[in-house]
């Protein structure tokens, strides 16, 4: 290897498997000395495509476990949200924009692809900025972004409000569904509800997420080893990233300490992105948010502050949004799935009646869900 | 969703606050608008949904990339000296 970076090094170099193979053996030999199990929870739904796609949980010893956590934004998607794209897009003179991943996610009354079958417009784009071109080439028609995702997308959100204001486009509006990473990691280890008692949860460490903290920086996670005793690795999303953060977190545990740490260091810093971070304080304010599976989870999402209601689909269109709660399928064990205390095999309807074509609950929704990610990769499991 | 992708940025238009990054071969327009740090042509940068989010640290990246030869490299030469002690310890030798 040269002393100079290349963009394949970038691919490459961290998807090696001589590699992969090396922190193997390193994890193997270290695991040796825990003397009990070590249940670690990938936050980030992308880890859990990396894992499962890689096969990872086959290179580990028995004693190494993984939980799957609830970050995909499009798995915590509540129905009742997705009910409110399906009715937006229908409303008149409506473009509905979104990203990719939302177009196949079941609502109660159907997705954003059936609404599109029945004459809505809605368009998905590959940035949140196609939204004005969109919009100036469509002078009488209201567009209408319906916004997804943790930090990692909260921003470019925030960048096409401030598009939006400063060349004074008068028919872009928003549908905020952003949503925060501490919150529910805190909801899965300390919180108590009819269904489940979290205090039980098996979650021993924490793999942080890594797009969210390019953003939000490492500090986020800093009350997990201080006050809930969890240390937390924030990894990066190549299976080498992924081998070596576990690698890390299981050194934690034979030298007996708990802490924060970074293994994706090319991108994430202890601060993270100020300037990302900003922009979100200024346009958005904390909000209860209803999640998927797990319920209500106080200051966990995030909507427009309420000097920019003018902006605010939810405003604008309240006499048509659904304010009712939908519950989720009882056969669905999701809930259960994403505080770690099942896995998907263990549901009834896993692979007969919800399959990623005919999703029934949300860790089926999207390729990162915990659920989906078993059914295309579970052969790979030991 | 969140699989963002490496890129290098090939050209930069400073009035727009955008720039083009090449993908792997694919060239594509990215907006600059989250970046917090100084980027010139031949950085590198993370790309996700049509934003560079982040530059990605080139020493750090090259240091991983050292430290996985490193182990590597131990472990083939423990595995050859495995072999020649295994080969010293033959009856048949």
């Given at each position: 290897m040269n002393d100079e970076l290349e963009l394949k090094d970038l691919y490459d170099g961290f998807r090696d498997a001589d590699t992969i193979k090396a922190f193997a053996k390193i994890i193997e030999e270290d695991a040796k000395k825990l003397g009990k199990t070590i249940n670690i929870m990938e936050v980030c739904g992308g880890h859990t495509h990396t894992i499962m796609k890689y096969g990872i949980p086959q290179l580990l010893p028995d004693n190494i476990n993984f939980i799957h956590g609830p970050g995909c934004p499009v798995c915590i998607m509540p129905k009742e949200r997705i009910d409110s794209a399906y009715i937006l897009s229908l409303q008149e003179d409506v473009i509905l924009v979104t990203l990719g991943d939302m177009i196949k996610v079941p609502g109660s009354k159907g997705s954003l692809q059936d609404a599109r079958a029945k004459g809505a417009d809605v368009r998905f784009v590959y940035s949140p900025l196609d939204c004005i071109k969109i919009a100036k080439e469509n002078p009488s028609k209201k567009v209408i972004f319906f916004a997804i995702g943790f930090e990692t997308t909260t921003p470019m959100t925030c960048s096409l409000l401030e598009a939006v204001v400063k060349q004074e486009i008068n028919n872009v509006y928003f549908h905020i569904n952003h949503v925060t990473v501490p919150e529910v990691m805190k909801e899965l280890i300390d919180s108590r509800d009819e269904h489940v008692d979290s205090y039980n949860n098996r979650i021993d460490a924490f793999l942080g997420p890594s797009h969210v903290s390019v953003i939000s920086g490492s500090k986020i996670y800093e009350q997990f080893p201080e006050h809930y005793k969890r240390p937390v690795v924030v990894a990066g999303f190549e299976p080498v990233d992924v081998m070596q953060a576990i690698s890390m977190l299981v050194k934690q545990f034979i030298e007996n300490r708990c802490e924060l740490e970074i293994e994706y260091k090319r991108l994430v810093s202890y601060d993270g992105n100020k300037r990302a971070q900003e922009m979100m304080d200024k346009y958005f304010k904390k909000v209860m948010f209803k999640w998927r599976g797990l319920g209500n989870i106080p200051t966990s999402g995030l909507e427009l502050k309420d000097e920019y209601n003018k902006y605010n689909a939810k405003e604008i269109y309240k006499d048509v949004l659904p304010i009712e709660e939908i519950e989720d399928h009882k056969l669905c064990i999701c809930g259960d799935i994403l505080r770690g205390i099942?896995?998907?095999?263990?549901?009834?309807?896993?692979?007969?009646?919800?399959?990623?074509?005919?999703?029934?609950g949300s860790c089926m929704v999207s390729s990162e869900g915990a659920c989906a990610a078993y059914y295309k990769y579970g052969n790979l499991l030991k | 969703m969140c699989l963002s992708i490496p890129s290098k940025i090939k050209s930069i238009d400073s009035e727009m606050n955008t720039c083009i990054v090449d993908t792997m071969g694919v060239e594509r327009g990215a907006s600059l608008d989250l970046i917090d740090q100084d980027v010139v042509v031949g950085d590198y940068v993370l790309l996700h949904i049509g934003f560079a989010m982040n530059k990605i640290d080139e020493e750090d990246a090259m240091e991983s990339l050292k430290v996985y030869r490193e182990i590597i490299d131990k472990m083939e030469e423990e595995d050859r000296l495995a072999a020649i002690a295994e080969s010293e310890n033959c009856p048949n030798r």
């Open positions: 099942a896995n998907p095999p263990d549901c009834t309807v896993f692979g007969t009646a919800c399959k990623p074509t005919k999703p029934i | -």
